[in-house]
């Protein structure tokens, strides 16, 4: 079924076994599940702390009140033993790595907790001042203990809850339970003490998850896959005695379950599948996602336990072979002493469609395909996975089908319909639609043939189908017009699937964060409201003008930053694209992604695309960089309503840690393969397509003239925008301010710089001495005409060129 792994080693009770698992492995989707639970605890904190701040202290309030009320002697005892705890638990486990040599590990834990323990601090910062703290903090000062009463303190917590999280999975389930509980009896006595308030303790925990469980993901975790020995009592408690159990490469749906082949002395091989408990957080990972993504339909209910699932498994593959379909005989289920659930089959023997080449693929072949999904059916079981990888043909060319691990019993018609066009897609991809629909009629008939068609579409079809349905640009299509002429059906609308488009995703969390980001600055609103009243209204005209011009100088710079001659409409058409495409991402990746894939499309290698993008992205930054510059002399010196400059001695800081963490980055096997490694060559063949465009001195006229007039552009906006409200300072100190708050806003975590620009440019302004209501308004017209407006007509113009074939 797969390739044999040569990895057996050991011999264990006379029986030939496969070598221990991997150490460590890179991804594991219950630290993933972890980071998201705390990152939404973290969030839901921070943000009812800001939203609901009043009810927030009152409930801390009346939490502390209560607490304040118990025995002195209770509380003197919960926290003399929350102390004891704190500082022997710590002593012991980290002496426990020590003499086992572990020293990887003791490096992996300390990193979680010192890291964790810095950033409590800033964190709990946000909050700002609540009554309960002080409450708090004048009992820890008048408790008379030996030992500080408010320890052990959040930020102890936070460091104990991320040296856990790190070390648990290294740990046996009895140890990694009582790591836990220690936590837990870390919490709740430290809820008894004086210090911190509840809400600080919330975070900390969160705090301790989300950086214990990034410091796995990034250095590793240790595998889940089970020990040889293991794997040797979960196949002996099927009944089978094996003389030699190897492991299988993984392949290609494999995601949490690890397959092995148990040999037997009269040479008879037998496939086992083990599922893990990765595959059930695998599974929440999945299910979540697609809960969000698309309509309930489309989400099952999960199994109660793992076992259950393989039973499941089971008794679908029971069910269809006693039908007479050619699937693997089940031999038996099996548990593991660590938690695994096996499941034994008949080893098939031959090579998976997905191996064949297209010529291979007779017709018999793709008959028995489509008869042996119609025998399935015939049980009222739909397969729900029907890809290449399951379709097994045998050396006599007899075809079998594989995993019915996310089979339905009595399923719907809907469901069965899903399989039909499954099947189709993925015998399309390698016979095209012609060939395909005329065996799917054949077996199916024209009915439910056509009763597929609203569910021929990516989302309705497993992953990695969609993926190849996407690739294989107009197949999908092919197959619906062939279903058509054959059939002469009647056209049917495709069945919506999606709860939320991602592009209405991005608006939706676009908008909010502008509104959330821009509300602070409506604390002064009767004055906004005054200088709204007082608007200027001709210079608005002026205003919308140069947002529109500003397209015409991007159109330019980007045809100055190609070496080869572009089209000038379509390639003013993409610019006005970039208007929608720039809420894809910070810092301008969305415009980038959008002008990659443009180039591309018109005959540019991605090399060369890449290259002509950072071409000129660089001519901006190196043309924005000099004309702040300039404004800020012109205005008068580098300080700026209160924003000064930095200092040398800061610019060398932050150039050392920029490369201490670039040299970690290259120390790393994982990042200097996968990121320093692309980033160098691109840089290689940046630096040979620059020489190209710099031979051309029109191209470099257009490139940097372009780049210069850009930012001018929506410079002269903010003039006209100032204007509007009646003015109040110079053209230097505006061009001054927005060139500054466009820096910041460059390197700003936010699509299009939204909400550090608007900050930037009113504390730049009121700065300079304008009135707080007019920069308010100022500021806010100016991003409307600029950033806002043009989005609907870059959303249309995106749409119009995504539909052409042009992106």
């Known amino acids: ?63 502390v009140d209560g607490l304040t009320r118990l025995p002195e002697s209770i509380e003197q005892i919960g926290i003399a033993t929350a102390q004891l705890f704190a500082t022997l638990v710590p002593l012991f486990a980290f002496g426990a790595i020590i003499w086992k040599r572990r020293w990887r590990v003791l490096l992996h834990v300390w990193l979680g907790s010192f890291i964790a323990g810095i950033l409590l601090e800033p964190i709990v910062d946000l909050l700002g001042d609540r009554g309960a703290s002080e409450v708090l903090f004048t009992r820890a000062d008048e408790s008379d203990s030996l030992v500080a009463a408010d320890f052990p303190t959040t930020s102890y917590l936070a460091s104990a809850v991320g040296a856990v999280t790190v070390g648990a999975p290294y740990l046996p389930r009895r140890w990694r339970r009582a790591a836990w509980f220690w936590i837990a009896v870390l919490v709740v006595l430290r809820f008894l003490g004086p210090g911190q308030p509840p809400l600080d303790i919330l975070i900390a925990v969160a705090v301790g998850t ?14 889940a896959e089970p020990s040889p020995t293991n794997v040797l009592a979960g196949v002996r408690s099927i009944g089978l005695q094996p003389v030699r159990i190897g492991r299988l490469d993984a392949t290609a749906g494999s995601a949490g379950s690890v397959h092995y082949v148990a040999t037997d002395a009269d040479a008879i091989r037998t496939f086992i599948k083990m599922r893990t408990p990765d595959d059930q957080s695998w599974d929440l990972l999945n299910r979540t996602y697609r ?6 339909s489309e989400v099952r209910r999960p199994f109660s336990t793992l076992k259950r699932r393989v039973e499941h498994e089971a008794l679908a593959l029971r069910t269809v072979t006693d039908n007479g379909v050619a699937a693997p005989q089940l031999v038996g289920l ?16 031959g090579r998976q469609l997905a191996e064949l080449d297209p010529d291979e693929v007779s017709n018999t072949i793709i008959a028995s395909v489509f008869r042996e999904v119609r025998k399935v059916h015939d049980t009222r079981t739909a397969h729900h996975h029907l890809t290449l990888d399951n379709f097994m043909v045998e050396p006599n060319g007899r075809v079998r089908i594989l995993d019915f691990d996310d089979a339905e019993l009595a399923a719907e018609e809907r469901d069965l319909s899903r399989d039909i066009a499954e099947v189709m897609v993925a015998i399309g991809t390698i016979v095209g639609p012609q060939r395909t629909v005329s065996a799917a009629i054949d077996a199916f008939g024209e009915d439910r043939v056509n009763g597929s068609l609203p569910l021929l579409q990516p989302l309705a079809l497993s992953a990695s189908l969609g993926r190849e ?66 608007a200027r ?27 080869q001659r572009m089209p000038i409409a379509p390639s003013a058409r993409s610019q006005v694209a970039t208007s929608f495409a720039q809420l894809v991402g910070p810092a301008g990746a969305g415009k980038m992604a959008l002008a990659g894939r443009f180039l ?39 300080d700026i309503g209160g924003f000064s400059l930095p200092s040398v001695g800061t610019v060398l800081l932050v150039a050392a840690a920029a490369l201490v963490l670039l040299g970690i980055a290259v120390a790393i096997p994982y990042t200097r393969t996968r990121l320093i490694m692309p980033v160098v060559s691109g840089l290689r063949t940046a630096a040979g397509y620059t020489g190209q465009v710099v031979k051309s001195p029109a191209r470099v006229a257009g490139l940097l003239g372009g780049s210069t007039c850009i930012t001018l552009t929506y410079l002269v906006g903010a003039v006209f925008a100032v204007e509007a409200f009646g003015g109040g300072i110079g053209f230097a100190e505006i061009g001054a301010a927005y060139l500054g708050a466009a820096a910041i806003a460059n390197i700003a975590p936010t699509p299009g710089g939204i909400g550090p620009l608007e900050a930037a440019m009113i504390a730049g302004f009121t700065g300079f001495g304008l009135d707080g209501g007019v920069a308010i308004s100022a500021v806010l017209t100016f991003r409307l005409a600029t950033f806002w407006l043009p989005i609907l007509p870059g959303w249309i113009t995106f749409m119009w060129m995504e539909r052409r074939g042009e992106i």
Do not use: C
């Open 1 to 63: 079924m797969s390739t044999e792994a040569e990895r057996e080693t050991t011999l264990v009770d006379g029986v030939r076994l496969f070598g221990p698992p991997p150490a460590l492995r890179r991804f594991s989707p219950a630290d993933v599940i972890r980071v998201m639970f705390g990152v939404l605890t973290l969030a839901a904190a921070v943000v009812a702390n800001r939203v609901a701040k009043g009810t927030i202290d009152g409930v801390e309030e009346d939490v």
């Open 210 to 223: 989300i950086i214990g469980s990034l410091i796995l993901l990034v250095l590793g975790s240790p595998s």
């Open 291 to 296: 809960a969000v993504r698309l309509r309930s």
């Open 334 to 349: 099996g548990v593991t002493p660590d938690g695994g659930v096996l499941l034994a089959e008949e080893l098939i023997h």
């Open 469 to 534: 349905a996407k690739r294989q640009r107009g197949l999908l299509d092919a197959l619906r017009a062939e279903i058509h002429e054959r059939t002469d059906v009647d056209d049917v609308p495709l069945e919506k699937l999606a709860r939320i488009q991602p592009k209405t995703l991005i608006m939706i969390m676009a908008g909010a964060l502008a509104f959330y980001s821009l509300l602070p600055q409506f604390g002064n609103l009767d004055d906004t409201v005054d200088a709204f009243g007082d």
């Open 537 to 563: 209204w001709q210079w608005i005209p002026a205003l919308l003008g140069a947002a529109a011009v500003y397209y015409v100088f991007a159109t330019i710079s980007f045809l100055g930053s190609v070496a």
């Open 600 to 638: 591309q499309r018109n005959g540019l290698t991605g090399a060369e695309a890449s290259a002509s993008v950072a071409l000129n992205t660089m001519a901006g930054v190196v043309t924005h960089l000099t004309l702040m510059v300039g404004f800020f002399a012109w205005a008068g010196g580098a």
